[in-house]
C-alpha cells in the first residue's frame, strides 16, 4: 500500500507534517503560491531598488503575472530592464501604491512648501 502522506524531497521521504507545517512547529499565516501580499510597513521598508516578483507582492501579483503585465507594459507602476531583469523604484511604487513615503528628503519638503505659500 502507498503512502500518500508521504512527499518524496531531495533522496529522503517526508511525512506531510514536516513539508507543509513551518520549522518552528507553528501553522502557517501565509497562503501558498505567489506568497502573500506585502504590508505597508514592508512596503516602506523597501530597499530603493528591487526585483519585480517584490514590486508584484505589493500589488498581490504573482510572478508569472507580474512578468506578463511587465512584458506588455501594463505593471501599476514605471518598471526598469536593466539587462535581463526587471528592477522598480521604490518611489515609483509607493507613488503608484498612493502611499507618501515619509523619508522624502528634507529639501524635497521645502519645496513643496514653498510651492504652497506662493
Do not use: N
Not at 514536516?18 to 502557517?28: L, N, Y
Not at 531598488?49 to 512584458?71: I, M, N, Q
Not at 501604491?97 to 505659500?117: H, N, V
Amino acid at each position: 500500500m502507498k503512502d500518500h502522506g508521504a512527499i518524496k524531497a531531495k533522496g529522503r521521504t517526508l511525512a506531510r507534517e514536516e513539508v507543509f507545517d513551518s520549522p518552528t512547529g507553528e501553522d502557517r499565516d501565509e497562503p501558498r503560491g505567489k506568497g502573500r501580499p506585502l504590508t505597508r510597513d514592508e512596503v516602506l521598508a523597501l530597499p530603493v531598488a528591487f526585483d519585480l516578483v517584490t514590486a508584484g507582492r505589493a500589488w498581490d501579483l504573482g510572478r508569472t503575472k507580474s512578468h506578463e503585465l511587465a512584458r506588455a507594459g501594463e505593471f501599476p507602476c514605471p518598471v526598469l530592464r536593466i539587462g535581463s531583469q526587471y528592477r522598480v523604484t521604490r518611489a515609483d511604487l509607493l507613488r503608484s501604491l498612493g502611499i507618501e513615503d515619509p523619508g522624502q528628503p528634507f529639501s524635497a519638503a521645502l519645496d513643496e512648501t514653498s510651492r504652497r505659500s506662493a
